[in-house]
C-alpha cells in the first residue's frame, strides 16, 4: 500500500507556509525539494469553514487553494495526493506560480493508463523543477518511492 498527501515546495517556501502550525512537519525530498504531509492535525489546523474544496482531492482542507495561491507568490508549489494498494491506485496533482494555479488539477483514476507526460505527481514536480534523469520518473527521482504512507514521513 502506498498512501500519500503533501505539500511539496522549497524549504524556505514550506517553513513559511507552516508558520507556527505546530502540528506541520517538512522533511527533505531531493532536489531541493521538501515536503510538508497533510496530516490529521495540519488538516484541521489550515480549514476554512465554509470555503470551497480543491476539486479532485480527498484530504485538501477547504479554503487551502487560498493559501497555497498566497504562498506561490514567491515561487512553485504543489499539492499532491496519492493511493495505492496492490499496484492499483489513483493520483492528483495541482500547481500554483506566481500568485495563480498553473497546472491542473490533475487525476489519474484507477485503471487508466499513465498519460505520455507522466503522472500527475510527475507533471506536477517537473514543473517545481524536478529532473527524472536516470529514474524512471520524476516521482522516483525526487525520493517519493521512500516510505508507504504520510505518517512514515514523520517518523524521519
Known sequence: MYCLQAVIATESMLRELAGSITEACIVPLGQHLWLLPMTDALFDAVTVAGAPELDGFWKAPAGFDRLLTVCSETGPVAYVEAEYFGGAGTQ????????????????????EPWPTSGTPI???????????????????????????????????
Open 92 to 111: 492528483s496533482a495541482q500547481v500554483w506560480d506566481a500568485g495563480k494555479m498553473v497546472l491542473g488539477p490533475l487525476c489519474l483514476a484507477e485503471g
Open 122 to 156: 510527475s507533471q506536477a514536480l517537473r514543473r517545481l523543477g524536478a529532473a527524472k534523469g536516470n529514474h524512471v520518473d520524476e516521482f522516483d527521482a525526487v525520493g517519493l518511492v521512500r516510505h508507504r504512507n504520510t505518517d512514515d514521513w514523520l517518523a524521519m
